[in-house]
């Protein structure tokens, strides 16, 4: 029966969704053992008849769930169960399964296996949600719209210039992500404590070959247990990619409004509903869906940095929290992506109100171009300032046109003429270099991408 919605599907995609299912963590712990034994077989630990059953047995179909569930309810240690189901079918090489080893070593080092399958998934789809940013950047360059700060109007950019923003957003965390892989896609396979007691004089190369056969790296040291400060770093980067998206998808919510409309995200009309009693309502669900995701994957964070503080070697209370921040972290974070590829790959750009919400202010938003040209004309600036920001607010208390407004002022008259003041106020010549730090930025990232 399923609880959580992870459970019932409805969060994440199946192939992300598949590597933290109950059957495919136990494979991993079989995977690990059977690399293990091939490993000490080499170095006369265990026999290579007993190595070569255990490689032939380590699939977990070959193992009654059920079977496990006794062996657990009887030991109350979920790995013994695994083990002990394991070796009933291995008979005689059963007793060489976990030599030498601790419960640690399989754990961790399946956590890191997890988590190694999931970046590959998360990497992938990050990539392939840049290519559409740049896609959507590209497409308009030259698109003007009005900048916002503090939700009022300030001065005009390109939606290109916004979107190669997110973009670049975007490639700090894929580079992130990249770095941290080294220091979180770790094993161990130190036994007890970490000392390899039970891997005699070739323990160092045991855990490193082995580690190495499983795509994973080998830790400088180790206690019991694996640093909870690697895990830490990856949750991290949940966290703050997702707060990325969060804004980006704010961002879309806000400009979706109907007194806005510059931007809508993806809806399916005469299938999607909005709103189950106001036909009209055109929700943005999938935005807000992201926002919802991305407040919970930073949540997160608070147990993964409390992990870290284990009692001496190693205890267990780290272990209740990871069944869930693990999981949730990566299957959260899937589901975050598949809704911005869908948002920004089929976002719809009105143009046309883009222009409207411009010339809303009659152009008083251009305000900075007059106290820039009165001050290169010899004006106080703060005088200047002060006049024009009482000019800026006459004209919109009156629903007046700011540059009729100016060209009725005396003072502003003394410093420049009709047309100076005619070719201060053109939207497209107050852009600065919003167009070309976009094409700049496209050109940078799309070589990111190569």
């Known amino acids: 029966m399923a609880i959580l919605p992870i459970d019932s599907g409805r969060y994440g995609s ?4 598949l590597f933290f299912t109950e059957q495919a963590r136990y494979q991993m712990f079989l995977e690990i053992e059977a690399t293990l034994a091939h490993i000490q077989a080499e170095y006369n630990l265990i026999p290579h008849n007993a190595a ?10 070959n193992i009654s769930m059920e079977r496990i569930h006794e062996h657990e309810r009887e030991t109350g240690h979920e790995l013994v169960a695994v083990l002990r189901a394991f070796a009933e079918i291995c008979q005689d090489a059963g007793k060489f399964i976990h030599y030498g080893t601790t419960s640690s070593d399989i754990l961790d080092t399946a956590m890191a296996l997890q988590l190694k399958k999931a970046i590959e998934i998360l990497e992938v789809k990050l990539h392939l949600l840049l290519q559409k940013m740049l896609d959507l950047a590209e497409g308009h360059i030259s698109t003007p719209m009005i900048g916002r700060t503090h939700g009022q109007h300030a001065l005009p950019i390109t939606f290109g210039f916004k979107v190669a923003l997110w973009a670049d957003t975007l490639v700090r965390n894929i580079v992130r992500l990249q770095e941290l892989k080294k220091r979180v896609l770790v094993g161990k396979i130190s036994g007890a404590v970490g000392s390899m007691a039970g891997f005699g004089p070739d323990g160092l190369e045991i855990e490193r070959r082995t580690l190495y056969e499983l795509g994973l790296e080998s830790p400088t040291i180790s206690s ?5 400060d690697r895990l830490a770093e990856f949750i991290w980067w949940v966290a703050i990619v997702s707060a990325a998206f969060e804004t980006i998808a704010t961002e879309v919510r806000n400009l979706q409004r109907p007194e806005i409309r510059e931007v809508t995200e993806p809806f399916m009309v005469g299938k999607q509903v909005g709103s189950s009693t106001m036909p009209h309502k055109r929700n943005p669900v999938l935005s807000e869906n992201v926002c919802s995701l991305a407040r919970l994957l930073r949540s997160l964070l608070i147990p993964a940095l409390e992990n870290v503080a284990l009692w001496h070697e190693r205890d267990l209370t780290n272990s209740a929290n990871e069944r869930f921040i693990v999981p949730q972290a990566c299957i959260l974070l899937d589901e975050i992506l598949e809704k911005m590829l869908v948002i920004i790959g089929k976002l719809d750009v009105d143009t046309a109100n883009m222009q409207k ?9 251009l305000s900075e171009s007059l106290l820039l040209a009165l001050v290169a004309k010899g004006m106080d600036r703060k005088e200047a300032y002060t006049l024009v920001q009482r000019l800026a607010f006459e004209a919109q208390l009156d629903h007046a046109d700011f540059i009729e407004r100016l060209r009725s002022d005396i003072t502003i008259l003394s410093y420049l003429n009709t047309p100076d003041l005619a070719a201060l106020f053109e939207e497209q010549d107050y852009l600065g270099s919003c167009k070309q730090l976009a094409e700049s930025t496209v050109l940078q990232l799309r070589k990111f991408l190569q």
């Open 14 to 17: 199946e192939e992300m969704r």
């Open 52 to 61: 070569a059953i255990i490689k032939e047995k380590a699939t977990i179909s």
């Open 224 to 228: 019991q247990a694996v640093a909870r």
């Open 357 to 365: 919400n411009l010339d809303l202010s009659q152009k008083a938003i």
